[in-house]
């Protein structure tokens, strides 16, 4: 697979928001849609050690891409603040990539309900907060693409 040069891609004049792409399949995901010319909302809290929003925006820049970053939780509470982010930045969002993840590594009989709380917050809770916020900008547009990894 050959790589497009950043401003030439298929995705000129798209927007694209990734949640958790400090890291991961995230931030490949938004370094791809970087190289196919779509500007890039660089989502993520920096929880993980060595993923932060920043950086990923920094390589994106460095290959000639264009990315912003933002570090509100993909939650509930944060998904507005994250849509906006992107429509201050880019004035559209057209590519939704649901990848933001949370949760704890356990026995499942040692499971707390803070900690099904807060996978089921972010990995489920969090995609349809996410929808439901770039739902309206997406229908006005008449077109949009979303996409939840699982």
């Known amino acids: 697979m050959g790589e497009t ?13 990734v949640t958790g792409a400090g890291g991961g399949i995230g931030r490949e995901h938004a370094r791809l849609l970087a190289r196919e010319g779509a500007s890039v909302l660089v989502n993520d809290i920096g929880a993980r050690k060595g993923a932060d929003a ?4 920094k ?7 264009t990315a912003v970053a933002d570090t ?45 709380d807060l996978t089921v917050g972010v990995n489920l809770k969090g995609y349809f907060a996410m929808i ?14 979303i996409v939840n990894t699982a």
């Open 72 to 116: 509100h939780s993909a939650t509930w509470d944060g998904a507005e603040d994250i849509v906006r982010a992107a429509l201050d930045a880019f004035g559209r969002v057209d590519i939704l990539i649901n990848n933001a993840t949370a949760g704890r590594m356990n026995d499942i009989w040692r499971f707390t309900e803070e900690d099904w």
């Open 132 to 145: 439901r916020a770039v739902a309206p900008h997406m229908c006005r547009q008449g077109s949009g693409v």
């Open 59 to 65: 390589e994106i820049v460095a290959e000639g891409g």
């Open 5 to 17: 040069s950043p401003g030439g891609g298929r995705l000129q004049g798209r927007v694209a928001i």
């Open 54 to 57: 920043e950086s990923v925006v």
